[in-house]
């Protein structure tokens, strides 16, 4: 089966995103070998190294594997510093090319690692869950966490290429599945309604066309505002009250699970702000309920969630900045057209939350 490919614009240099299964294989390896790099590190997690990596390392010239804890919580300076000591000891150097294999933490992660290693060195994104194709691999966004939030340090760092390899689903647990469709989701309500007929009509089937629509619209609105200085926050939509909820709960809460409860909570609050008609809610509670997406909350309270947004990147002159809704298709970014008050959002917070 030939591979999809699309084309990111918007940076200094355009670069390709393939979709379709088996570029693990062949297609990655080819592009790698043509270029010449000294060397090529494959980062990726404990989980994935046995699945992948190990086997992509040994197709590469000059190949070798580094591996990292899997899991939010490690997507940290410490492991990234790890990261730069395993480079150094494996003799990498300015023409070592780094291959971020894995989820949207691996993909931040090694990013910001090339990013930052030598002050920069070549970069390819290898996403294997569903939410990193559709989203996390594209755009060039890298980074890390602190403790006081999420991808609070990092940078814009465009890869040479984007390779999705949809037979690497295969293996991807059910929850990661669904959390990748919160992302599909996303794009529907901020640019494409008849991706969210489909998915009510067809589930996510077939997986290689609802990835490729979704990308579609992330190439799109990074084309047109790379580095989200407007219409690219378009694509937080959910993910200030999302990040709040994953941040607060320890990450015990996946991002694709905070960010379809977040995209009810911006539904909530656009209603409540006279952005929309009534009824864009429960409209949007229905297309994520219908691809098995939460859309209520327990145990966690909303004034934490509140003081966690405090801290989020998005916070601006005391203000926080929102993403919602005027009407499926028409997002618009609240913050000093209309007052969001704290009383507000604790509200639409409340009304989320489920006795535990």
């Not at 023409?95 to 993909?107: A, D, Q, R």
Request: proline share 5%.
């Amino acid at each position: 089966m030939a591979l999809k490919e699309l084309t990111v614009r918007g940076g200094t240099n355009p670069y390709p995103v393939f979709i379709g299964p088996g570029s693990l294989e062949h297609a990655l390896p080819e592009f790698v070998a043509a270029r010449g790099f000294s060397s090529v590190a494959v980062i990726t997690n404990a989980t994935l190294a046995p699945l992948y990596g190990e086997a992509l390392a040994d197709r590469l010239p000059n190949g070798f594997l580094i591996v990292v804890p899997d899991g939010e919580q490690y997507k940290t300076l410490d492991t990234v510093r790890a990261i730069y000591d395993q480079l150094l000891d494996a003799g990498a150097d300015r023409s070592t090319l780094v291959i971020g294999l894995g989820g949207g933490v691996m993909g931040d992660m090694a990013g910001f690692a090339a990013a930052s290693f030598m002050r920069g060195i070549a970069f390819v994104q290898a996403p294997t869950s569903l939410l990193a194709m559709v989203d996390a691999s594209i755009g060039g966004k890298v980074g890390v966490d602190l403790p006081q939030g999420k991808n609070l340090v990092g940078a814009f760092k465009d890869p040479l290429a984007v390779f999705a390899d949809t037979a690497t689903l295969s293996t991807l647990p059910e929850i990661e599945l669904r959390c990748g469709l919160a992302e599909v989701v996303k794009a529907g309500l901020i640019a494409d309604p008849p991706l969210l007929d489909h998915l009510e009509q067809h589930g996510p089937d077939p997986i290689d066309t609802i990835i490729e629509q979704a990308v579609k619209v992330k190439i799109d609105v990074v084309g047109q505002d790379r580095l989200e200085n407007g219409v690219r926050a378009h694509l937080n939509l959910g993910h200030t009250f999302g990040h709040a909820i994953e941040h607060v709960s320890g990450y015990a809460w996946k991002h694709g699970e905070g960010v379809a409860v977040g995209m009810v909570a911006a539904a909530r609050l656009s209603e409540r702000l006279n952005l929309c008609e009534t009824g864009l809610a429960d409209m949007v509670e229905q297309a994520l309920i219908g691809v098995n997406l939460p859309v209520r909350y327990r145990g966690l309270d909303p004034v934490a969630l509140w003081d966690a947004m405090r801290h989020d990147k998005k916070w601006r002159g005391g203000t926080v900045t929102f993403v919602l809704l005027e009407r499926v298709g028409q997002p618009v970014i609240v913050r000093d057209m209309v007052p969001v008050l704290q009383e507000d959002v604790i509200d639409v917070l409340a009304g989320l939350r489920e006795e535990a």
